[in-house]
Nanobody, 117 residues
Framework: QVQLVESGGGLVQPGGSLRLSCAAS????????MGWYRQAPGKERELVAA????????NYADSVKGRFTISRDNAKNTVYLQMNSLKPEDTAVYYC??????????WGQGTQVTVSS
């Protein structure tokens, strides 16, 4: 059974930083790409960043390029999202996903990120 547990969300001022973590279990972590999605109130869930199984390739939404960095530690079964230069429009619930190709095949429960002064 896929289990993904996010942590690290919170309230931060504009321009600040947060690091999200996602601990995975129930599957062979190193065999799967992983992703981070977000969903703001009244909006659809969108892909923020993705990383391949070995961590060699990453992809980012245009809105976060240059500010967010996805990484993974296969020895710890954990994927991270470093978020810098945060903006109010980054406010959302952030979800970790297991990726099967281009599509999510498992979700965490989400962690709230609020960017506000």
């Amino acid at each position: 059974q896929v289990q993904l547990v996010e942590s690290g969300g919170g309230l931060v001022q504009p321009g600040g930083s947060l690091r999200l973590s996602c601990a995975a279990s129930g599957f062979t972590f190193s065999n799967y790409g992983m992703g981070w999605y977000r969903q703001a109130p009244g909006k659809e869930r969108e892909l923020v960043a993705a990383i391949t199984s070995a961590g060699r390739t990453t992809n980012y939404a245009d809105s976060v390029k240059g500010r967010f960095t996805i990484s993974r530690d296969n020895a710890k079964n954990t994927v991270y999202l470093q978020m810098n230069s945060l903006k109010p429009e980054d406010t959302a619930v952030y979800y970790c996903s297991r990726q099967s190709g281009w599509f999510p095949s498992g979700w965490g429960q989400g962690t709230q990120v609020t960017v506000s002064s």
